[in-house]
C-alpha cells in the first residue's frame, strides 16, 4: 500500500509543476517592471521606501527589507502557528527602553518589529544594485521619475551619518559599533571611530519603533508596566529597538558589493566613463572601513563573523571573537576584488588624482593584496591571506563548509570547522566568489560541477526530479531521495538566485574548456547539466512574485494570502513559507526587498560577486 505522505507530495508535486509549466520562462516585460515598482515606491503605492526626517537624511527615500501587515502576525503567525502573541513590555528607568520580557511571545514581539520597521544593510546593498541596474539596463523610472543613482546613494548617505532615518534627534554615528567597554572590539583592536567601525546589520526607523500590531485589533496583545509621567515618547505599541550586531559579512555587502556595482552602473555602463569618480561617497566610505576589515583578519586568512562583545543570532549568547563565516569571507573576498579594479580604474583613468588621492589609492590597494594574498596585514596582526584561508581551511570532503573557530586560544588546532548545518550559500557565494576556474584548480578538474550535484543531493527542493531551486542547509527538509526525486522542505528565493549565479559562472567556465583539451568531453557534459538547472531554477522562481505565489500550493503555504497580504506591485517572496532557519532567523513568505534585488539581477545576468557584473572566466 502507497505511504499517505508519498502520495500527498506527489500531488502537492505535480500541482507545483502544472504552475510553473503555465508560467512564463522570462521574467521580463511587465512583470519585471511591477517588481521593479516595488523597490521604487513608498510604502503607500506598493513598494518597500520610506521618506526620511532625520537631520541630513530629511526628505530622502530609504529602503525597509519587507513588506508586513498586523494580519500576516496576528492571523497566520499567532493563531495558525499557534505562537503565544500576548506581550508584556518592560519599562527600564535607568536605560530609558521598553522592552519585552524575553520568552516566546517577546522574542516574536522583537522579530515583527524588525521586520516592519528594520533594513539589513545587505538587503539595501543588493537593492542599491536593483535599483541602478533597472534603470539603466531595463529602462525602468520610478514613480516620481527620481535618479536612480541619487536615489541608491541614499543608502551611502545614511551610513555615512549612521542614525536612522526618522530619528527625532539624530546623532552622529548611533548606529555604528563603536568600542565600549567589553563591547565590540575588533580582533584586540579598539575603534573610537565612527566612520571605521562597522555598521550595526540592521538599521531601525527610529530608536523608539511601531509594533506592526500598533492601532490595530491586535494591540490588546500587548501589555505595559506602568510607565512614568516623564517618558510621553512611548505609548502601547511601541518599543525600543534591541538589534545591534555588528558582521562582517553585511559590511562587505554594505561598503563594497552594493555600493561599488551600483556606482559602476551608473558612472561607466550608464556615463560611459571608465572609471567611478575617486570623490564619490561608495569609494570614500569603503576607504573608511578597509582597514577595519583588516583588522579583524585571523593569521589562517579567514575575517572574524563579528567584534568581541556582539550578542548572537539566539539565545542572546555573546558571539565568539573567534568565529569565521565562510559566507562572510566569501563576500569580502569578492568586494575586495571589486573595490581592487575600481581604484585600478581610478588610477589609470583619473586625471584629476591628487598625490593624497595617489597616496591613498596605493595604501588601500596594499592593504587588499596582503588581506588576499598575506603579509602584515594590521599592526602585529600577520596572516597568510584569503585565497590561503578558502583552499587549506574552508574546504572538506569537497564542499565549503559554513565555518568555523580560528586561532582559538584554549584549543591545541588552530581551525576547528563546523561541519553541521551544512550551508548553501557558503558554497554558491564562495565558488562565484572566487571562480570556478580556481576551485578547479585547487581541488581537481569538474571540483566546481561535483560541488554542485553534491548541494543539490542534500539542498536541493523541487518537484519529482525536476530541480526548483534550494533551500538553507542539509536540515530544510529539502535534498534528493534514493530514485532521485526531489523533497519539499522550503525553497528560498535569495538563496535560489545566488545558485542561479553560481551556475552560470560555472557554464561559462566550462564553456571555454578548449576542444584540445583532454576534459573537453566532460566539460560538455556538465555545461549541458548546469543549462537546464539553470533553466529550472530560473523558470521556478516566478512562483516566488507575489501574484503567482497567490495560485501555487506550496506546502506550508499560509492559508488565504491575499488576505493576508496585499499588493498593487509584484515583489519576490523571501521564502515559501515560514521556518526556523537553522542559522539562527526566520524566514517568512513576504515581499522581500533582498529576494526582488536578486531577481533583478539573475534576470539581467548581473553577477555581484565580480567587477562590472561580468562572469569572466578567471
Not at 565549503?400 to 586561532?407: C, K, M, R, T
Amino acid at each position: 500500500m502507497p505511504n499517505l505522505r508519498s502520495i500527498l507530495y506527489q500531488t502537492i508535486g505535480l500541482t507545483l509543476l502544472l504552475t510553473v509549466s503555465s508560467l512564463d520562462a522570462s521574467a521580463q516585460g511587465d512583470g519585471l517592471a511591477e517588481s521593479y515598482k516595488f523597490l521604487v515606491s513608498d510604502r503607500a503605492q506598493g513598494g518597500v521606501l520610506y521618506k526620511a526626517t532625520a537631520g541630513k537624511l530629511q526628505g530622502l527615500s530609504l529602503p525597509l527589507s519587507y513588506v508586513d501587515s498586523s494580519e500576516y502576525w496576528g492571523e497566520y503567525v499567532c493563531r495558525q502557528q499557534h505562537s503565544e502573541c500576548a506581550v508584556m513590555d518592560v519599562y527600564n528607568m535607568f536605560t530609558y527602553t521598553l522592552t519585552p520580557q524575553q520568552n516566546s511571545a517577546g522574542k516574536l514581539q522583537t522579530e515583527r518589529v524588525n521586520v516592519h520597521s528594520g533594513t539589513n544593510i545587505y538587503d539595501a546593498a543588493t537593492w542599491q544594485i536593483a535599483v541602478v541596474l533597472g534603470q539603466t539596463i531595463n529602462h525602468f523610472i520610478s514613480n516620481n521619475n527620481e535618479d536612480a543613482y541619487t536615489l541608491a546613494n541614499n543608502q551611502n548617505k545614511l551610513l555615512k551619518v549612521s542614525y536612522s532615518g526618522n530619528a527625532p534627534d539624530p546623532v552622529q554615528d548611533t548606529n555604528r559599533a563603536t568600542s565600549k567597554g567589553s563591547n565590540f572590539i575588533y580582533n584586540h583592536h579598539l575603534l573610537s571611530s565612527g566612520e571605521q567601525a562597522y555598521s550595526f546589520r540592521m538599521i531601525p526607523r527610529s530608536w523608539i519603533t511601531d509594533d506592526p500590531f500598533k492601532n490595530t485589533q491586535y494591540e490588546s496583545l500587548i501589555t505595559m508596566t506602568e510607565l512614568p509621567k516623564n517618558a510621553p515618547a512611548f505609548q502601547r505599541g511601541n518599543v525600543t529597538w534591541t538589534d545591534w550586531k555588528p558582521l562582517t559579512g553585511e559590511n562587505a555587502w554594505a561598503f563594497l558589493l552594493g555600493p561599488l556595482h551600483a556606482a559602476y552602473i551608473h558612472f561607466i555602463e550608464s556615463e560611459r566613463q571608465q572609471y567611478i569618480p575617486f570623490d564619490d561617497l561608495s569609494v570614500q566610505n569603503a576607504l573608511a572601513i578597509l582597514p577595519t576589515f583588516a583588522a579583524m583578519q585571523s593569521s589562517l586568512g579567514g575575517v572574524y563573523y563579528a567584534p568581541a562583545g556582539t550578542i548572537g543570532n539566539q539565545e542572546d549568547q555573546l558571539v565568539n571573537p573567534h568565529q569565521v563565516s565562510i559566507e562572510n569571507n566569501a563576500s569580502l573576498y569578492a568586494g575586495l576584488r571589486v573595490l581592487e579594479s575600481t581604484l585600478r580604474a581610478e588610477f589609470k583613468y583619473e586625471k584629476e588624482l591628487n598625490g593624497a588621492s595617489k597616496t591613498k589609492i596605493n595604501a588601500a590597494l596594499d592593504i587588499i593584496r596582503i588581506m588576499i594574498d598575506g603579509g602584515q596585514v594590521a599592526q602585529n596582526n600577520a596572516t597568510v591571506g584569503l585565497l590561503s584561508f578558502f583552499r587549506n581551511q574552508a574546504w572538506r570532503n569537497n564542499e565549503f563548509v559554513q565555518g568555523g573557530l580560528a586561532n582559538e586560544a584554549s584549543s591545541q588546532n588552530a581551525w576547528i570547522p563546523t561541519t553541521k548545518p551544512r550551508a548553501i550559500d557558503a558554497n554558491t557565494w564562495s565558488i562565484a566568489a572566487l571562480g570556478a576556474a580556481r576551485i578547479d584548480q585547487w581541488f581537481g578538474f569538474g571540483a566546481s560541477f561535483n560541488n554542485w550535484q553534491q548541494i543539490k543531493r542534500w539542498g536541493g527542493y523541487g518537484v519529482n526530479k525536476k530541480l526548483w531551486g534550494v533551500g538553507y542547509s542539509d536540515e530544510d527538509g529539502n535534498g534528493m531521495n534514493n530514485d532521485g526525486t526531489y523533497r519539499q522542505g522550503i525553497l528560498s528565493a535569495e538563496w535560489t538566485a545566488g545558485a542561479i549565479n553560481m551556475v552560470r559562472s560555472l557554464i561559462n567556465y566550462y564553456e571555454h574548456i578548449s576542444i584540445d583539451s583532454t576534459n573537453y568531453h566532460h566539460s560538455q557534459t556538465y555545461v549541458r547539466s548546469l543549462k537546464e538547472d539553470e533553466s529550472a531554477m530560473f523558470q521556478a522562481l516566478q512562483t516566488l512574485r507575489i501574484d503567482n505565489y497567490d495560485e501555487t500550493n506550496f506546502p506550508g503555504k499560509p492559508h488565504s494570502y491575499n488576505h493576508l497580504i496585499r499588493q498593487s506591485s509584484k515583489p519576490y517572496l523571501y521564502a515559501s513559507k515560514r521556518y526556523l532557519i537553522p542559522f539562527g532567523w526566520y524566514s517568512n513568505p513576504l515581499p522581500s526587498t533582498c529576494a526582488t534585488a536578486w531577481m533583478i539581477m539573475v534576470t539581467d545576468r548581473y553577477d555581484p560577486f565580480v567587477y562590472g557584473g561580468k562572469s569572466l572566466t578567471r
